[in-house]
């Protein structure tokens, strides 16, 4: 498996991290909102069970052959808050009644696990380098969306968006890519965790293949919403959940997240099926979609995030789900 690379300033580069991503948060009726992926369609509940045929080489953590958990999914958008804007979508699957200590620090022996997904095979940013810089110049932009204008927010933005234009247009244009798609179903994608984790004595790429039918792209402002909710009154939605194996350290790195593995000859290994069966939204499901909280790092030992951006998001994502509880 090819190894971490850990430099010794990446600590304060994470506490810069942190406090420039705080600035994205924003208030909507009285609720403090996530920065990313603040508008959700909806939680559904449903099982996540794993096949009874799982690799020997897979066949660690959650992944116990014939394994059945209850789980609850959260559908979202990346930044957007119309869905006839293109954007990146996301998949956050939180599994119920996982035993044994998680290593998201605090949490101890909490029986849950989760899965942070996005319909993009990969993530914008390389490595710590390209993180520093895109959420320098960034932020100050989603500060602006979440928080209506201003005129500090406005020049703050403003500039924001001409030194990624001016200095950085690669990684602009990478960062378009990912959010840079209108879709008609959250149920018809494809979703993956664009970053490595540990399984076994390997690493691995998460995805999730979505069966829902496939839809224009939508014409209306919630318009994800409720197709999600018009498909799961009408019956149930299911997604085939597995891995893509690192078989080569040099061609799947796990310090760079923009590296397509799949683009690079590793193979995908369905391991298990989502099934969400047929239900209706309530408020109190909406209630827990907007106070659940997901960490790739809520996971046992054996999944163990890798790389420098779960590094990071380790403390960020722990840093911005209290902010959104004080």
């Keep these: 498996m090819g190894c971490e690379q850990i430099p010794p300033e990446e600590a304060a580069d994470i506490r ?15 609720v403090t909102k996530r920065g990313q992926h603040g508008k959700h369609h909806g939680l559904l509940e449903g099982v996540f069970r794993v096949s009874s045929k799982v690799p020997e080489a897979l066949a660690h953590g959650i992944f116990r052959p014939g394994a059945e958990y209850a789980c609850r999914v959260r559908f979202s958008n990346g930044g957007q808050r119309d869905d006839r804007e293109k954007d990146v979508r996301g998949m956050a699957v939180k599994l119920l009644n996982v035993p044994g200590v998680k290593l998201l620090p605090g949490q101890g022996h909490v029986m849950e696990q989760d899965f942070v997904l996005v319909d993009h095979p990969t993530y914008f940013c390389a490595n710590m380098e390209d993180y520093l810089i895109f959420n320098r110049h960034f932020t100050p932009i989603q500060a602006l969306r979440g928080n209506g204008p201003s005129l500090g927010r406005l020049l703050q933005a403003a500039k924001g968006g001409g030194m990624l234009a001016l200095f950085h247009r690669s990684l ?3 960062a378009q890519d990912f959010a840079g798609r209108r879709v008609g179903s959250v149920l018809a994608l494809t979703y993956h965790s664009t970053t490595a984790y540990r ?5 691995v790429k998460y995805k999730a293949i979505g069966h829902g039918a496939p839809a224009a792209p939508t014409e209306q402002t919630d318009g994800l919403r409720d197709g999600l909710w018009q498909a799961q009154t009408a019956g149930e939605a299911r997604f085939t959940f597995g891995v893509v194996p690192q078989t080569d350290p040099a061609r799947h790195p796990v310090e760079d997240a923009s590296s397509d593995w799949e683009a690079a000859g590793a193979k995908f290994v369905p391991l298990a099926d989502i099934v969400l069966p047929a239900q209706q939204n309530t408020p109190q499901q909406d209630a827990q979609a907007e106070a659940l909280r997901f960490s790739p790092w809520m996971c046992q030992p054996e999944h163990r995030p890798l790389g420098a951006i779960n590094r990071a998001r380790r403390d960020i994502y722990r840093a911005m789900a209290q902010a959104r509880s004080d």
């Design 16 to 30: 810069r991290l942190i406090r420039q991503n705080l600035r994205t948060l924003w208030q909507e009726g009285g």
């Design 172 to 174: 602009l244009r990478a």
């Design 199 to 203: 399984l076994g004595n390997g690493a």
